[in-house]
């Protein structure tokens, strides 16, 4: 999670507006992540998801959060 906090603090020190969301790992991989975070994931312009259990890469929250021009 220090990473998730790093980035955070970063992002804010440039002067960014930045969110962290922490979930638990799902107890399988690619599984989709709470509704919560899938909505969230869709009104950002830049999402990065770091993980060391089960990343987001192949879920369809994923998918749907890239914009075309990504």
Known sequence: MWL???CLGTI???GGEANLI???PPEQ?????PVTVSAAMKTVNVCIRVS???PLVHTTARK???RPWA
Do not use: C, F, N, Q
């Open 4 to 6: 998730g906090y790093l």
């Open 12 to 14: 804010k020190s440039m």
């Open 22 to 24: 922490v979930m638990d």
């Open 29 to 33: 991989r690619a599984a989709e992540p």
């Open 52 to 54: 060391d259990k089960a």
């Open 64 to 66: 749907e959060s890239e």
